[in-house]
């Protein structure tokens, strides 16, 4: 088994021990083999501030290994952790849902508080709604929304718990020269949207959660723009002072996402993402 990653070692230094479920998965989402192609940190800011979170990105390659290398080490984390999974969701696994032509990146994440959800994305590089059915069907998850524009959907998210299926989430790219017309606040975040490489709308199925990812062009941008609460502006701070000691990385904010309703975006964000820049 792995050591502890430079990215816990950062977070255990100013929030405490960690969870156990989230060390496990920390471990487990490793192995002993090839890490993953990329690391992304998160933390939930709507209400509380909930900083156990970390997302683990696996490419799709010609040869098929790190996503299959990705879907092994979920059967492990799954196994440790006693999290419910529906049978069908492995029987389209097997049958190589994840290996679709579609399929860019195979994303693993956890977050262990309060409750313990873990997720399995599929980041998608072309044409993807035969894929979703296919997943939609096999979780038992509603049918999509028919106002939800399946020819530009980016990414599925399923999340699960002790239970079974949390939820169902499927993000679709935005035409930023709508949201004038969508979003009532719109003035609020132009320059936010001005700096954008993209935009992306997540429709929630079984919550009904909505919001808008904004996807900087420029750690900057947000460095400079985002209200973080002010615990996890120090947290950050702290976690980045001690990756930089250790030679690790460091940690940026890239995307910023914000709850949608009423036709208007709340005026804080309720989650932030920092990529890990290994150095």
């Known amino acids: ?26 471990a487990l989402v490793r192995g002993d083999g090839p890490p993953p ?18 997302t683990c990105y696996f490419d ?11 879907n092994t080490r979920f059967e492990s984390i799954v196994a440790a952790l006693g999290v419910s999974i529906p049978k069908e969701f492995w029987r389209v696994l097997s049958e190589g849902g994840a290996h679709a032509p579609a399929v860019r990146q195979v994303v693993l994440g956890i977050e262990a508080e309060p409750s313990l959800r873990l997720k399995y994305y599929l ?26 524009d399946t020819s530009s959907m980016c990414i599925l ?17 935005l035409d930023a020269k709508r949201l004038p017309r969508v979003i009532g606040n ?15 709308f997540q429709q929630c199925v079984h919550s009904q959660r909505r919001q808008v990812y ?13 209200p973080l609460d002010p615990k996890l502006r120090a947290m950050m701070t702290t976690m980045n002072e001690r990756l930089d000691a250790a030679g690790a990385g460091i940690l940026r904010p890239w995307i910023a996402s914000y709850v949608y309703e009423r036709r208007a975006l709340h005026p804080t964000p309720a989650n932030v993402y920092f990529h890990y820049l290994r150095k």
């Open 1 to 26: 088994m792995s050591h502890r990653s430079p990215l816990l070692e950062a977070l255990t230094e100013v929030g405490g021990e960690a969870p156990a479920s989230f060390s496990r998965f920390d």
């Open 60 to 70: 799709a390659t010609p040869s098929g290994e790190m996503i299959s290398l990705a």
């Open 123 to 148: 980041v998608f590089r072309g044409p993807a709604a035969q894929t979703v059915e296919a997943f939609r069907a096999a979780v038992g998850a509603p049918e999509l929304p028919p106002s939800l």
């Open 186 to 200: 719109f003035t609020a975040f132009r320059t936010l949207v001005l700096g954008c490489r993209y935009l992306v």
């Open 37 to 54: 192609s990329f690391e992304e940190y998160s933390a939930w800011m709507g209400g509380e501030l909930r900083p156990w979170r970390e």
């Open 157 to 173: 998210g399923l999340d699960f718990n002790a239970s079974g299926l949390h939820d169902f989430k499927v993000y679709v790219r």
């Open 214 to 226: 904004f996807h900087s062009a420029s750690a900057e941008l947000l460095e400079g723009r985002l």
